[in-house]
Nanobody
Framework: QVRLVESGGGLVQAGGSLRLSCVASGIIGSINAMGWYRQAPGKQRELVAAINGGTTNYAESVKGRFTISRDIANNWVYLRMNNLKSEDTAVYYC???????????????WGRGTQVTVSS
């Protein structure tokens, strides 16, 4: 089993930045991919960014603004969010998978989420 704990959410003005962090514990050796999903009120959960092995992938809406990175040695994954917009307001979930994380695919493990609110 893998446990994921997010931190770093909060309230920020439009145009500002935040960095989300997620630490994994448990059977870490089984994890190949980590990523971030988000869910805004009244909307479906969507994949924001993922690292599958050494490859990163981003939703079109965040390309050029968000950066995902992973510290494999210390079991962390980060999401740097720049130039935030009101439409980025959502609960952000850290995720991990034994194989890969892709849009529309399943995910093995989920964190509880952290709220990001962008005020305009």
């Amino acid at each position: 089993q893998v446990r994921l704990v997010e931190s770093g959410g909060g309230l920020v003005q439009a145009g500002g930045s935040l960095r989300l962090s997620c630490v994994a514990s448990g059977i870490i050796g089984s994890i190949n991919a980590m990523g971030w999903y988000r869910q805004a009120p009244g909307k479906q959960r969507e994949l924001v960014a993922a690292i599958n092995g050494g490859t990163t992938n981003y939703a079109e809406s965040v390309k050029g603004r968000f950066t995902i990175s992973r510290d494999i040695a210390n079991n962390w994954v980060y999401l740097r969010m720049n130039n935030l917009k009101s439409e980025d307001t959502a609960v952000y979930y850290c995720t991990a998978d034994r194989v890969r994380i892709t849009r529309g695919g399943g995910v093995d493990y989920w964190g509880r989420g952290t709220q990001v609110t962008v005020s305009s």
